[in-house]
């Protein structure tokens, strides 16, 4: 339909919102198919009178008659709205009657069931006897959309809060900390903070050593080793303690780097710690004895191996679980031959050393010599960026602990992280079954929740008879079957 705009603004809105011909388009449109058309276009209609009792109503909405709003007839319309609203039922038929342009409005009609139902209104003068017909909408949805948007602003704003707190702490912190620290730009090697400490050890201010590149002001030799570990921890993201010196030859570091990515760029946190004076080698050496002979008495084994994973170095926790009298067994031979799925496990762990640097918590299983299988679980740190490399190996036997696990009584995994944890201690078959059952309880529980818990309707959702869902609720231990009201 197109018009032209003569009369300004207002004539064109008036020519928008009222039909050109309605006589000649409606002309033949008897009162049942007028009666439908407006059951279809909203999801309530009230026919009134002049006194605002309601003299029929349609349904176009399934929900609101589950209300029980069916007896409405005969009521006035008031009558059936909470009492803050009625000033705006009162207000929508004082402009049906004085044949003022109509509004819509809000109002909220009692419920049952819980919270107040919201239905937005207009209101259309019908005939010459005063009738009435009033027009709404359920607001419902919009109302539930609305509320998780501001769910979703009040989570913003106290995640937002967190983030202001854990930055006020990290601030503290960093200035108030003893050990010098250096926040370095991995991709320009530029100073990008400093901390006091760092601004005193460096004997420089923090105008002077924010925005210079690191190294700078260290001898030859360590610039080169430090060049060096900023290369490897861009590469591997670990990389060793290094001991240096500055260009002076007085003062001397040991420095140590770690990486961390922080507004999708990559940042070097280096540590700087003065030796103090008079600290010896054979002291190093000392403590690095000791530190030899703790992982010789640890508990959980631990293997040396080299890149290929030849062992060359065994704590007496593993010669116990492998099952072997002396280091000299297992000096030379292959990690492989012990570990639980031959030609798998080690290609896994080595292949995770040498993208990722490290690896936790790797489950599996080891086999003696004499048949004697142990549940572990490996966690391992390559050591690359040195003269001889070499992978290290930590062995804890989990065995006792799994079995006292949940799912030592038949209770399924409740993720999939938990599922994943079971290959290579189930077979594949048992393996899928727990999956399948995973599935189906997932798919229980989200019935469920979208139904409400209704049982007949995510019995019905889920394509089941009522019977077949409550033996699967029983066997999954879900809702409370004893309380069932018949839902």
Do not use: C, F, P
């Given at each position: 339909m197109t018009f032209t705009i003569a009369g300004g603004q207002d004539s064109a809105m008036e020519a928008v919102r009222k039909f050109k011909a309605p006589k000649k388009s409606f002309g033949d449109l008897d009162a049942e198919a007028a009666a439908a058309l407006l059951t279809a276009a909203c999801d309530v209609a009230l026919v009134l009178d002049s006194k605002g009792v309601i003299r029929d109503l349609a349904f176009g909405s399934e929900d609101l008659l589950l209300e029980g709003y069916g007896g409405w007839i005969g009521r006035p319309w008031a009558s059936t709205v909470t009492v803050e609203s009625r000033p705006k039922?009162?207000?929508l038929l004082r402009e049906a009657a004085s044949a003022t342009a109509p509004r819509w409005r809000q109002v909220n009609h009692p419920s049952a069931r819980g919270a107040d139902v919201p239905v937005l209104y207009s209101m259309v003068p019908v005939g010459?006897?005063?009738?009435?017909?009033?027009?709404g909408r359920d607001l419902r949805a919009i109302a539930s959309l609305q509320q998780q948007l501001v769910g979703a602003q009040q989570s913003m704003e106290r995640d937002y809060s967190r983030l202001r707190q854990t930055e006020t702490r990290y601030r503290l912190l960093f200035q108030i900390a003893a050990e010098a620290i250096l926040i370095v730009d991995a991709s320009s090697q530029k100073v990008i903070e400093a901390n006091p400490a760092a601004i005193e050890l460096l004997a420089t201010t923090a105008k002077n050593i924010v925005g210079r590149s690191f190294p700078e002001g260290f001898d030859?030799?360590?610039t080169r080793a430090l060049q060096r570990m900023l290369a490897s921890i861009r590469a591997?993201?670990?990389a060793d303690e290094l001991r240096v010196r500055l260009a002076d030859r007085k003062t001397e570091f040991t420095v140590s780097a770690s990486l961390f990515r922080q507004e999708n760029a990559e940042h070097v946190l280096v540590r700087l710690s003065p030796l103090a004076a008079g600290t010896s080698t054979a002291l190093v050496s000392g403590n690095r004895s000791k530190l030899l002979e703790v992982i010789d008495q640890s508990p959980d084994g631990f293997v040396v191996t080299g890149p290929d994973g030849k062992i060359l170095t065994a704590n007496r926790a593993f010669l116990d679980m492998a099952q072997l009298a002396t280091e000299e067994q297992a000096r030379g031979e292959s990690l492989e031959r012990w570990l639980g799925r031959p030609g798998v496990d080690l290609g896994v762990l080595v292949a995770n050393l040498r993208q990722h640097g490290s690896v936790r918590m790797f489950a599996t299983t080891l086999r003696g010599e004499y048949g004697y299988i142990t549940e572990v679980e490996i966690?391992?740190?390559a050591v690359l960026n040195v003269e001889q490399p070499c992978l290290g190996f930590t062995i804890r036997n989990v065995g006792r602990r799994l079995a006292t696990d949940t799912r030592s009584s038949r209770q399924l995994p409740k993720s999939v992280e938990q599922l994943t944890e079971l290959i290579g201690r189930v077979s594949l078959k048992e393996?899928?079954?727990e999956a399948t059952d995973v599935i189906e309880r997932l798919c229980i529980e989200?019935?469920?929740e979208l139904t409400g818990d209704n049982r007949a309707s995510a019995a019905e959702v889920l394509g089941l008879s009522r019977q077949s869902l409550y033996v699967k609720l029983r066997r999954y231990g879900l809702g409370d079957l004893d309380s069932d009201g018949g839902k």
């Open positions: 039922v009162e207000a010459t006897k005063g009738r009435m017909v009033a027009i030859a030799d360590s591997t993201g670990r966690s391992a740190v393996l899928v079954r989200a019935a469920l």
